[in-house]
């Protein structure tokens, strides 16, 4: 049963808290992706990768940092640097190529920060 | 500046008529659009694409249309049906990435 999950659905953290929000694909994507949504807005891209230990920043990377250790893992950390940090965030993996990629995304995390 | 627009945040239709969602884009480089639907508290879910050397493409209730020199794009859904009512994203694929409009929210009345 191929996806993606990301956990925990809904996570609380004191204001200046680094935290990390977890993504998991059994897809063998290559490229896994984060965005945030905001209400009444569209998803913005935060951090992307199309490859293993390579990634690149999106449109609104400012406060938050990556990893990719693992084709399976893209986890993200919310750094106290963030300075509005409640949202809900969207983890997508995709197979990249020349041609059109669909991407599958998990089920999000909403994070608010206290 | 916001490459992808969806200038409608709502739209209501009645059950069985025709929901046409639009969609505007800035960059003529752009290689793919996509439609996403999105329930609350989820992620989005791929509907429909079409590539930017198309100008319809079809899947059962849902087509796509591209208008190149207009910049503009439209989600067709006929029938509509009450489940269809969500939020609808369009996006447009450039260099291995998406650029996301802010979505237009469908419902559709019994």
């Known amino acids: 049963d191929g996806g993606i999950t990301q956990s925990p659905k809904y996570l609380f953290r004191k204001e200046g808290q680094n935290v990390t929000l977890s993504c998991e694909q059994n897809?063998?994507?290559?490229?896994m992706y984060w965005y945030r949504q905001d209400p009444g807005q569209g998803l913005r891209l935060i951090y992307y990768?199309?490859?293993?230990?390579?990634?690149q920043k999106g449109d609104i990377a400012e406060g938050y940092s990556v990893s990719r250790e693992k084709k399976e893992s893209f986890p993200l950390t919310v750094t106290s640097a963030q300075k509005n940090p409640t949202a809900f965030y969207l983890c997508?993996?995709?197979?990249?190529?020349?041609?059109?990629?669909?991407?599958?995304f998990g089920p999000g995390t909403r994070l608010t920060v206290l | 500046d916001q490459q992808v627009k969806q200038n409608s945040p709502s739209l209501s239709v009645q059950e069985g008529r025709i929901s046409i969602l639009n969609c505007d884009y800035t960059?003529?480089?752009?290689?793919?659009f996509l439609w996403y639907k999105k329930y609350p508290a989820e992620g989005p879910t791929f509907l429909i694409s079409?590539?930017?050397?198309?100008d319809k493409n079809e899947d059962g209730r849902f087509t796509v249309f591209l208008n190149k020199s207009a910049k503009h794009l439209s989600l067709h859904i006929v029938p509509s049906q009450p489940g269809d009512s969500a939020v609808y994203f369009c996006a447009a694929w450039l260099a291995g990435k998406s650029t996301f409009g802010d979505g237009t929210t469908l419902t559709v009345k019994p």
């Open positions: 897809l063998n994507h290559d490229a």
């Open positions: 990768s199309q490859i293993v230990n390579d990634f």
């Open positions: 960059n003529s480089m752009f290689d793919y």
């Open positions: 997508a993996s995709s197979i990249p190529s020349g041609i059109l990629s669909e991407q599958f």
């Open positions: 079409i590539s930017s050397i198309k």
